[in-house]
């Protein structure tokens, strides 16, 4: 890594150049009706990119009905979608930020109720569905719905989805798609041989539980612009024996920047509900340090990552090239400007809230400094 590389360094794909290394990470916010998105949304996604981030990512966004996780999820299903998307992205936009979508499919965790209501499965009556598809029919667990193996058709069906949600992405003004293969949803489900339990050409051996997702890779490049970046959120370790693990995951790193993605987004975990994470600030940190390593893609790092020191360490060491953030967003949506000040960077505070946020940086930088 470049020695002037820091948490405020400008970062360049393609041909997109981020303006510093933070990146608001997708978060679910379940506020959606009928997949559209809504001022909560606007508001939500906006501030952050009003607080300093390089790129602003919305959150799973279904690219079918079926592929919703709650009936609040955002969708990207139906053109009608991408109005809102449109203003959502110009706004970023005209904040000096970039805007990300990420594409998902729930698979086997589809049609759930909402994380603050009484976790279970929704019955249709309840406004949920019933067609919930995964590799293999076997429930996520006891409270979730039982889904349907995917037939061929079914397959075929996921990979044009992907499709068109990428096309509508594009319309929308967005920048960066990033595909969703991650926490025991679809596409993870189809990588671990825990939820896939598959006889055919997508199950069994490595090559062929990673077919989907290098198929839907594969057709998402084709049709999103050459210039512009695709990013992959993998779970690196199902942290559970005889699951998808690191090996693999740098295994994949390498298959996926031979088919065109340009960045792999290391989280972990989420395929199934009794794993014991050893959680503890940056404690994923260390698979994107190896994926980039060793697949010699570049890589985004999430997960408890909360303070300026920490997140500048792991780009000025190597360990990966972005830092993504949720949670320290949602209680500090100006963490990106905070984080500048205490790093000692340029600020960048709106200019309508210049003359305040600049007097209250000084009294800061006084106290620091005492």
């Given at each position: 890594?470049?020695?002037?590389?820091?948490?405020?360094?400008?970062?360049?794909?393609?041909?997109?150049?981020?303006?510093?290394?933070?990146?608001?990470?997708?978060?679910?916010?379940?506020?959606?009706t009928?997949?559209?998105?809504?001022?909560?949304?606007?508001?939500?996604?906006?501030?952050?990119?009003?607080?300093?981030?390089?790129?602003?990512?919305?959150?799973?966004?279904?690219?079918?009905?079926e592929g919703r996780i709650t009936p609040g999820d955002l969708g990207i299903w139906k053109d009608d979608h991408t109005g809102k998307l449109?203003?959502?992205?110009?706004?970023?936009?005209?904040?000096?930020?970039?805007?990300?979508?990420?594409?998902?499919?729930?698979?086997?965790?589809?049609?759930?109720?909402?994380?603050?209501?009484?976790?279970?499965?929704?019955a249709p009556e309840e406004g949920g569905w019933s067609n919930i598809v995964a590799p293999s029919p076997i429930p996520f667990a006891p409270n979730y719905g039982k889904p349907?193996?995917?037939?061929?058709?079914?397959?075929?069906?996921?990979?044009?989805?992907?499709?068109?949600?990428?096309?509508r992405a594009r319309e929308a003004g967005f920048d960066i798609v990033e595909i969703h293969a991650a926490h025991g949803y679809l596409l993870h489900e189809f990588l671990s041989p825990i939820s896939n339990q598959r006889e055919d050409s997508y199950g069994g051996a490595f090559e062929n539980r990673i077919r989907l997702l290098v198929e839907v890779v594969d057709a998402v490049r084709e049709t999103w612009p050459e210039n512009l970046p695709i990013y992959v959120r993998i779970s690196a370790t199902d942290w559970v024996e005889g699951g998808w693990d690191p090996e693999q995951s740098v295994q994949l790193a390498k298959i996926l920047k031979e088919h065109g993605v340009d960045l792999v987004d290391a989280?972990?975990?989420?395929?199934?509900?009794?794993?014991?994470?050893?959680?503890?600030?940056?404690?994923?940190?260390?698979?994107?340090?190896?994926?980039?390593?060793?697949?010699?893609?570049?890589?985004?790092?999430?997960?408890?990552?909360?303070?300026?020191?920490q997140a500048d360490m792991i780009v000025r060491t190597g360990q990966a090239?972005?830092?993504?953030?949720?949670?320290?967003?949602?209680?500090?949506?100006?963490?990106?400007?905070?984080?500048?000040?205490?790093?000692?960077?340029?600020?960048?505070?709106?200019?309508?809230?210049?003359?305040?946020?600049?007097?209250?940086?000084?009294?800061?930088?006084?106290?620091a400094e005492d």
């Amino acid at each position: 890594m470049d020695s002037a590389s820091d948490l405020f360094s400008p970062f360049t794909l393609r041909g997109l150049q981020l303006p510093n290394r933070i990146v608001v990470s997708p978060m679910c916010q379940y506020s959606s009706t009928d997949g559209f998105a809504t001022n909560w949304h606007l508001v939500h996604l906006g501030s952050r990119a009003v607080g300093g981030a390089g790129l602003v990512i919305a959150e799973a966004t279904a690219v079918s009905p079926e592929g919703r996780i709650t009936p609040g999820d955002l969708g990207i299903w139906k053109d009608d979608h991408t109005g809102k998307l449109r203003e959502i992205a110009e706004f970023i936009h005209s904040q000096g930020c970039y805007a990300g979508i990420q594409l998902a499919h729930a698979g086997r965790k589809a049609s759930m109720s909402r994380p603050w209501e009484r976790e279970r499965w929704l019955a249709p009556e309840e406004g949920g569905w019933s067609n919930i598809v995964a590799p293999s029919p076997i429930p996520f667990a006891p409270n979730y719905g039982k889904p349907c193996g995917l037939d061929e058709r079914g397959i075929h069906k996921v990979i044009t989805d992907f499709v068109a949600a990428t096309e509508r992405a594009r319309e929308a003004g967005f920048d960066i798609v990033e595909i969703h293969a991650a926490h025991g949803y679809l596409l993870h489900e189809f990588l671990s041989p825990i939820s896939n339990q598959r006889e055919d050409s997508y199950g069994g051996a490595f090559e062929n539980r990673i077919r989907l997702l290098v198929e839907v890779v594969d057709a998402v490049r084709e049709t999103w612009p050459e210039n512009l970046p695709i990013y992959v959120r993998i779970s690196a370790t199902d942290w559970v024996e005889g699951g998808w693990d690191p090996e693999q995951s740098v295994q994949l790193a390498k298959i996926l920047k031979e088919h065109g993605v340009d960045l792999v987004d290391a989280s972990s975990g989420g395929l199934v509900p009794n794993a014991r994470i050893p959680a503890g600030p940056g404690f994923q940190t260390p698979f994107a340090e190896r994926i980039r390593r060793e697949a010699g893609i570049a890589t985004g790092t999430v997960g408890l990552i909360t303070d300026s020191a920490q997140a500048d360490m792991i780009v000025r060491t190597g360990q990966a090239d972005l830092v993504f953030i949720a949670r320290e967003f949602l209680r500090d949506p100006y963490w990106a400007i905070h984080a500048a000040a205490e790093l000692r960077k340029e600020i960048t505070w709106p200019v309508q809230y210049l003359r305040a946020a600049a007097s209250g940086t000084q009294a800061r930088m006084e106290v620091a400094e005492d």
